[in-house]
């Protein structure tokens, strides 16, 4: 079935960028992007590209030309629903906090109202598409929904995990990897799959567009990002170790990744990995095998997060120590709040539990990131300990490093900024307190620069 009318509920950093692309690469094709956030559908139409809701290099300029030509951003989701014969869903999937798996399984009840207002609502055939990232067998869940609400249409699902990185979104849309589509095994199903293969084919060669059964697809996500990030804490754990012994986690992360059979990506020490997706993902991945009795391999995974929460956890202990020992001013700067940089997302930064442990130990924080608000930085403390009076008292943001840093005798850098490495260090060294001392939680800045300047420098690892 050739495809005219797409229409994609959910507007977040996963519909927004992969339906841009979609409009761009397929103008013949409308596009309709929906969501319950009002505001955040006002800022995908505002008229300046600088207050999109979702920064990501690259984006503003295809959401420019696209808009209002074949890529529409709208609050009637029922109207998206009738006119399209295609509907990605990619809603948010974030980590029960209640009820059965509460801190472990995916709470898919926005996936679940999805499924009801589309079987609700639909009059003619439609292929429905996930994109949001799910336990493996959610599409049974989704059919059952579907079919039992609305027995007069025929429903087909399709998974269609999207791999998108965050800061890199626009390129891994545009040049991916590989693209996924899982389907049933019957002749409407491979239908509805060449229908989405041909979508893709209008840039990703056939040849990177893997179709394989529904199972296999939506397991393939949860793996990849688990695997990801178990490279994340092999390293982490590793740079402890070096710590320990003398070893450089950088020159041994280089010889470790120069073995082709390796490979040196993601063998990047750092203070943990943070977003939206590698802890909520794993937890699944442990929830779905500790639920069927895979107790060794839930145990398995499991480590990788144990691992990243220790690594957040010794970073923040070593600055609190220093303080202590040297009786160092209370007051810490922190450059980056973003969990990666090139993004406004601050979902799981690791930035957000050093500052949670900090000013526990009543420690003063100095906040600056290049992209993120003010009000973000204060919504994420209030949500992770609930006490907005301590959080104000404690944390004051800075829109420039020169401010941020005054008063300090300690930097830490959270986030990998390009901007940090380019900074006249120079300069900053003189406008600090003394001593001063930078605790490089990525691991981006150049020590024996920073050393000759004066300063005392704490890397992960070295
Ligand atoms: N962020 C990433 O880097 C990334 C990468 C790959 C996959 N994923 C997966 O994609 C999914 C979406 O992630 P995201 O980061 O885009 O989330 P997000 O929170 O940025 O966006 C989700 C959007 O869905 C909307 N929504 C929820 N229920 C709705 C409903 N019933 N009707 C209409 N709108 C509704 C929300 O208002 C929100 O704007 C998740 O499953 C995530 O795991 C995310």
């Known amino acids: 079935m050739k495809v005219n009318n797409i229409c994609c509920i959910g507007a977040g950093y996963v519909g927004g960028p992969t339906m841009a692309v979609i409009a761009q690469k397929n103008p013949d094709i409308k596009v309709t992007v929906v969501d319950i956030n009002e505001k955040r559908i006002d800022a995908w139409?505002?008229?300046?590209?600088?207050?999109l809701p979702i920064y990501e290099p690259g984006l503003s300029d295809v959401v420019k030309k696209a808009r209002g030509r074949n890529l529409f951003f709208s609050t009637d989701i029922n109207s998206a629903i009738i006119d399209s014969e295609m509907i990605f869903i990619s809603v948010n999937t974030p980590t029960k906090t209640s009820g059965e798996g509460k801190g472990f399984a995916a709470d898919l009840k926005y996936i679940e109202s999805c499924a009801n207002q589309i079987a609700e609502v639909s009059k003619t055939d439609k292929i429905i598409v996930e994109k949001s990232t799910v336990p493996v067998r959610t599409s049974e869940k989704i059919k059952k929904i579907l079919n039992s609400k609305n027995?007069?249409?025929?429903?087909?699902?399709?998974s269609n995990p999207e791999f998108l990185a965050e800061g890199t979104a626009m390129r891994d849309l545009q040049i991916p990897d590989r693209v996924i589509i899982g389907g049933d095994n019957t002749k409407k199903g491979n239908e509805a799959i060449q229908s989405l293969v041909e979508i893709y084919s209008s840039w990703v060669p056939k040849k990177n567009i893997l179709t394989t059964?529904?199972?296999?697809?939506e397991l393939s996500k949860l793996t990849a990002n688990a695997f990801l990030a178990q490279r994340i804490s092999s390293i982490n754990s590793l740079s402890e170790l070096c710590e320990e012994t003398g070893a450089d986690i950088e020159e041994v992360s280089k010889a470790v990744g120069m073995d082709s059979r390796i490979g040196n990506s993601f063998l990047k020490t750092s203070v943990g990995f943070g977003g939206s997706c590698f802890q909520k993902d794993i937890l699944n991945l442990v929830?779905?095998?500790?639920?069927?009795?895979?107790?060794k391999v839930a145990n398995y995974w499991e480590q990788i997060l144990i691992i990243?929460?220790?690594q957040r956890d010794r970073f923040a202990n070593k600055i609190y120590s220093l303080i202590n020992k040297e009786s160092l001013n209370k007051n810490v700067c922190i450059l980056g709040w973003a969990f990666k940089k090139d993004t406004n997302d601050t979902r799981e930064s690791a930035a957000i539990y050093v500052a949670n442990n900090l000013i526990?130990?009543?420690?003063?924080?100095?906040?600056?990131d290049p992209k993120v608000k003010e009000s973000q930085i204060f919504f994420d403390m209030n949500y992770i300990n609930g006490n907005d009076k301590k959080n104000k008292e404690h944390i004051s943001i800075y829109n420039n490093p020169i401010d941020c840093i005054h008063k300090t005798n300690i930097i830490a850098i959270l986030t990998e900024w390009d901007e940090f490495k380019d900074y006249d260090w120079k300069n900053l060294y003189k406008k600090m307190s003394k001593p001063a001392y930078i605790f490089d939680g990525r691991n981006i800045l150049d020590k024996v620069k920073l050393e000759s300047i004066g300063f005392n420098y704490i890397g992960l690892g070295r």
């Open 360 to 368: 526990k130990s009543n420690i003063y924080l100095n906040v600056y």
């Open 45 to 51: 139409n505002s008229n300046n590209f600088d207050e």
């Open 151 to 158: 027995k007069s249409i025929d429903f087909q699902i399709l």
């Open 213 to 217: 059964n529904l199972w296999s697809s």
């Open 308 to 310: 990243n929460k220790h």
């Open 287 to 295: 929830y779905i095998s500790r639920s069927i009795g895979l107790e």
